[in-house]
């Protein structure tokens, strides 16, 4: 292939953390908690445990199998089916969409980290200049109306001092500087990040994974002391069993295993694509799902025994300070940071903690992005740093408009809409692309070849039959939940590349429109291995010269 050969690891367990950064994000603190609660407590975790079983872990092992075996990012694996390589182009639309206002979420905590130096914390009482007649503070002598007029100090802080937030979506307003600038830190942090390629990343990913986990250890030991905390953590596990018999539990399990663990959005193909080719994947593609939803249950566990505390101290119900969304991170947690012993220090760690989680995200997020890109246009590799810089450049560009006065509500919207329906269609025609068009054999004999390992009979299975049928439903689901042009639109955005690109391969195509369909769907000659002695080897194995388990050692001994 021209344009140098493809980037590697250095190690394995550089892709392994790589991963786990990606997937563990700032969802796992705020949303999934919220979603535990409120869909039957312990009860949540058996449709939630299950579907990362059925779900999530056959979809990473199926991607990750895609992008390491062709060395491939998000559009080039889809060689494989070139009918469907419009998904590839998704997958970029949706990994831009979503850095446009990911990015702005790390502004918020350098800000909160800013402002946390000061003493006391300006979130902790009212009568500062920003603060409404409305302002009511949270002691235990007052009770806080959270659905009625009365605003707490750490929400006004939030919405009014810090985003200076505009009433709706309609009035953006101007740019909120100290929003912009921390943004643009972010993003300076990220290029430095990322400038080397995988080589930093790998780096850098040492620290940017680890750190939180100590940080939410620290703050489970502190918030399992603290009074009220164990009331917070029974409120949050007690199960509720009547609730398994909603569909609607059943649905918000799926989405938040799906959602959080990552597949279909191309992060996995591009961190898979830089392993060795012989590379046996199937560990770290259960390793990366579970430890993803290993870590929601911990953070709720920290997340509700604060707020047991938080409530406690309120003098109100659990459920009046439990939310979801920015909410929790930018409004709840830091009300129950400012009642903690040295709450400068806890804010402190707990949004750098933040930062972490969601910095990680970044990285992969942007390299699937220029992976896309570099594998489309090879020739590029060698100037990779300079299309690093232009596509930071570019996406720092378009998250100004959520630095606006109305950011907030635009962050709001595309978090709420831009994957419901590319996601899961994306997985979905991955899996019609490899369990039906390119097949069984032909995928099995692959995987062998590629690890030595033969497949065994119940991922096909899961590929072919129960995943597809679990994403179906959850794309029906989705498709009730946009609510406004505006919705429908961010919803449907990235959609539309899929119909379009078939539509011009099958026009491009000679031969009558069955004859272009079946040409469409087999792979081109770009499928297959990247390396060329590799690609050699593969070749001849599938022409039957030698046997396969021959041709695999030989691919072994040449890695």
């Known amino acids: 292939m021209a344009g140098g050969p493809h980037e590697r690891w250095s190690n394995q367990v550089e892709y392994l953390l790589s991963c786990l950064g990606y997937a563990v994000g700032i969802g796992n603190l705020w949303r999934f908690p919220y ?41 080039s694996v ?70 009625g007029t009365a605003k707490t100090p750490e929400d006004e802080f939030f919405h009014i001092r810090l985003l200076q937030m505009s009433p709706n979506i309609t009035q953006i307003g101007g740019i909120v500087w100290p929003v912009f600038w921390c943004n643009l830190i972010a993003w300076i942090l990220v290029y430095l990040s990322i400038s080397n390629g995988v080589k930093s990343v790998g780096k850098i990913v040492y620290i940017t994974v680890s750190f939180p986990y100590i940080v939410l250890l620290a703050l489970l030991v502190r918030g399992t002391t603290l009074p009220g905390a164990w009331q917070g953590i029974l ?20 989405t938040q295993v799906f959602f959080s663990v990552g597949p279909g959005w191309g992060g996995l193909v591009s961190m898979a694509s830089f392993n060795r080719f012989n590379y046996d994947n199937l560990r770290s593609s259960i390793i990366i799902p579970v430890v993803c939803c290993g870590t929601s249950i911990l953070a709720g566990f920290v997340v509700f025994s604060v707020l047991g505390f938080a409530a ?34 806890w804010a402190i760690i707990f ?69 419901i329906v590319s996601v899961p269609l994306v997985c979905f025609l991955e899996l019609i692309a490899v369990a039906y068009l390119y097949g069984p054999k032909n995928t099995a004999a692959d995987m062998e070849f590629m690890t030595g390992r033969p497949l065994k009979k119940i991922w096909m299975i899961l590929w072919r039959y129960v995943v597809p049928t679990l994403l179906l439903v959850m794309i029906a689901y989705s498709l009730s939940q946009a609510s406004g042009i505006a919705g429908w639109f961010v919803a449907l955005i990235a959609v539309v590349f899929v119909p379009i690109h078939a539509g011009r391969l099958l026009l491009k195509t000679k031969g009558s429109f069955i004859q272009r369909l079946r040409s469409c769907c087999q792979p081109n000659n770009l499928w297959g291995p990247a390396e060329p002695d590799i690609r050699i080897c593969w070749e001849a194995a599938k022409r039957q010269t030698f046997p396969l388990e021959a041709t695999s050692n030989s691919v072994q001994r040449k890695n």
């Open 35 to 75: 979603l535990c609660y409120r869909n039957g407590g312990g009860a949540f975790l058996i449709p939630y445990l299950l579907t990362l079983s059925i779900c999530a872990i056959p979809l990473v092992y199926l991607e990750t199998t895609l992008g390491q075996f062709a060395s491939a990012g998000c559009i």
């Open 78 to 147: 889809f060689n494989i089916t070139p009918l469907f390589k419009g998904a590839g182009y998704t997958m970029v639309v949706l990994n831009v969409i979503a850095v446009i206002y990911f990015a702005v979420l790390m502004a918020y905590p350098i800000l909160y980290i800013y402002h946390s130096f000061s003493s006391p914390l300006p979130w902790q009482v009212c009568g500062n200049s920003w603060n409404t007649d409305r302002c009511a503070e949270i002691t235990s002598n007052s009770s806080l109306l959270l659905n």
């Open 235 to 254: 409120y949050y596990v007690l199960p509720d069993w009547s609730q398994l018999c909603k569909p609607k539990v059943w649905v918000d399990a799926a």
């Open 312 to 345: 406690e101290r309120a003098g109100v119900p659990i459920g009046e300070v439990a939310t979801a969304g920015p909410g929790l991170a930018f409004v709840t947690y830091p009300a129950a940071v400012a009642m903690m012993p040295a709450p400068n220090f």
């Open 351 to 419: 949004f750098i903690m933040l930062f972490s989680l969601g910095i990680d995200s970044m990285f992969v997020t942007i390299e699937a992005v220029i992976s896309g890109i570099l594998d489309e246009f090879p020739q590029l590799r060698t100037k990779k740093r300079i299309i690093t810089f232009v596509t930071c450049v570019c996406l720092f560009c378009l998250s100004i408009i959520c630095t606006t006065r109305g950011g907030l509500h635009i962050v709001d919207l595309l978090d709420a809409h831009v994957a």
